[in-house]
């Protein structure tokens, strides 16, 4: 038995730190808010995120940061907007062991990866990235699920897997962070897209070309930022994007399908929740003009939600850009 710390008490880390628990680990789930510790500790369940999914008993529920002292592995599960934060409250704790990633984003201005900046909190730390196709709902319901850890240590990756690997999640480790780290965040965008595309009331073929394509900017914008291409053909590609496109657990899909809808972007924000496709559509834009990359349906989904742009026109823009090759 290890002793496993979940920073985040959202959907992703509730669903983490039960996971955790059904393998037999000691579970501490921290929340820097007080009123959701008291609402998780009386009701035993996160109400609003996973209706229906109880937290064990004997699990404990902190908003004291001093719980991850002794874990063999602290897990930050936060909004990607949070995990500097995180991180850097996580520094002032001795001996938190390794610190594994799950948030999916980039960091606003800086535009640097997740992994980048905990490591500027947490230099000599071994850190990990935990990503791949996993709705929290089925995950904290136990249904099979397949992950990918990554870290520049292949011990910590290894830990990570072998600790957190159960007979509903299976875990493989990789050694492309960037890719990883990558797939995790872009996807976020095509699913809005995809999103946007059900509430115009397109098509399965329409939906298709904008995985297909998509998949081919995400691995673009991958490649000149120093990924693997082959990452995104394996789970934290083809697969979180596939899951993420075609499924109403994904909230980047279901605020795309409002704003399809008509719904007004900021409405759309304020009815969701919170949505890391829609940051990461604008930082993801940057980063195609930062690297000379050509992402035309990501910079369409910038236009509509950024510029008020359209959802119809951006489509027809889409599908009578100039002609070319399949690449």
């Not at 510029?307 to 690449?327: F, Q, S, W």
Request: glycine residues 10%; aromatic residues 6%; charged residues 20%.
């Amino acid at each position: 038995m290890a002793k496993i710390t979940v920073l985040g008490s959202g959907g992703w880390g509730t669903a983490l730190a039960i996971s955790a628990y059904n393998c037999g680990h000691e579970v501490y789930l921290w929340s820097p808010f007080e009123q959701e510790v008291n609402d998780l500790l009386k009701n035993r369940e996160n109400v609003k995120l996973l209706p229906g999914i109880k937290i064990p008993e004997d699990m404990n529920i902190t908003s004291d940061i001093n719980c991850a002292c002794g874990s063999l592995i602290s897990i930050i599960a936060c909004p990607s907007v949070a995990v500097r934060s995180v991180a850097n409250q996580l520094s002032t704790v001795e001996n938190h062991g390794i610190v594994v990633n799950v948030a999916k984003g980039f960091e606003k201005d800086s535009l640097k990866r997740l992994a980048e900046v905990i490591r500027e909190e947490l230099p000599n730390d071994k850190i990990c990235v935990l990503s791949g196709p996993s709705h929290a709902e089925e995950v904290a319901r136990m249904i099979p699920t397949a992950l990918v850890a990554t870290s520049k240590s292949f011990t910590a990756s290894s830990i990570v897997r072998d600790v957190l690997s159960s007979e509903c999640l299976r875990i493989y480790t990789a050694n492309d962070m960037v890719g990883v780290e990558l797939g995790g965040a872009l996807k976020n965008v095509i699913a809005v897209c995809a999103g946007i595309s059900d509430g115009l009331g397109l098509g399965d073929n329409t939906k298709a070309a904008l995985i297909t394509r998509g998949l081919a900017e995400m691995a673009n914008l991958g490649v000149c930022m120093g990924a693997d291409e082959r990452t995104f053909a394996g789970l934290t590609g083809i697969g979180d994007l596939v899951v993420t496109c075609t499924s109403q657990h994904s909230r980047n899909n279901r605020f795309g399908n409002k704003v399809g809808s008509g719904v007004p972007v900021a409405q759309a924000l304020k009815e969701v929740g919170t949505v890391e496709g829609y940051y990461a559509a604008q930082m993801a834009y940057q980063l195609g003009q930062k690297y000379g990359v050509e992402l035309p349906i990501i910079n369409a989904c910038y236009k509509v939600l950024y510029e008020n742009y359209r959802a119809d026109l951006a489509v027809k823009e889409l599908m009578t850009r100039p002609k070319g090759t399949e690449r």
